[in-house]
């Protein structure tokens, strides 16, 4: 097991797991969901190559592309391997602009499958690292007597959820619910919503997709799409 470890240590790096494993867990919780990976079958690396050098050739070939654009559709045109511990990081692929902005969404979804590949393979450590990381944050924050923002979000929802009294005295509170800028909430923020309002009550929501801003906090905009 041991052995293992050092090989999910070597393959993301220390920091690299680091910022994995707490991506995941603000997106469970901002969710509102079990801290349990769910993980998909991968998407095959060799696909996502190949859409990358097409890319790639496209904004090579373009005679508006500037110098590091050009140098990075190069350096991607020579990647060749499909091992996926080699295509994690692919930041010295990074092209900027508008001009890239196709570019750079292939050098992303190939980033994405290699670790997807990596993810099934290592499921069961990633998990275990998971709820470590959970367990120690917990009580890291018992230890201090503090919460943070999902904690207030993840137990007021569950109150309310959970006991009926209080669920039923704090609808009474809201005929009308007027909810502005709904494209940036996630689906814990909907739940509160949901069973906050009333069934007799009104509800209302204010949003515009395209001005989403919020999703490097966990905002959803699907959640906006599906309302």
Do not use: W
């Amino acid at each position: 097991r041991d052995a293992e470890r050092l090989r999910l240590l070597a393959t993301y790096g220390a920091q690299g797991l680091r910022r994995k494993l707490t991506a995941v867990y603000e997106t469970l919780r901002s969710a509102g969901r079990e801290l349990t990976l769910e993980l998909s079958e991968p998407v095959d690396i060799a696909e996502r190559l190949a859409e990358l050098h097409e890319e790639a050739r496209l904004l090579a070939t373009d005679g508006d592309c500037s110098d590091k654009q050009a140098a990075a559709a190069q350096a991607a045109l020579a990647l060749s391997t499909t091992n996926p511990e080699r295509l994690l990081d692919l930041a010295r692929l990074r092209a900027a602009g508008d001009r890239a902005a196709s570019y750079e969404s292939a050098r992303k979804r190939l980033e994405q499958a290699a670790f997807d590949e990596l993810a099934l393979r290592d499921k069961d450590l990633l998990q275990e690292l998971l709820d470590l990381f959970a367990a120690e944050y917990a009580a890291a924050k018992q230890r201090e007597s503090a919460l943070d923002f999902e904690d207030l979000q993840l137990l007021t929802r569950d109150l309310l959820r959970d006991d009926e009294r209080v669920r039923e005295q704090e609808q009474l509170r809201f005929r009308s619910i007027m909810v502005d800028e709904f494209q940036d909430t996630n689906r814990l923020q909907c739940e509160l919503i949901d069973v906050l309002a009333r069934p007799d009550g009104e509800l209302f929501f204010v949003g515009d997709e395209f001005q989403s801003i919020y999703r490097f906090r966990h905002a959803d905009v699907e959640v906006f799409r599906e309302r």
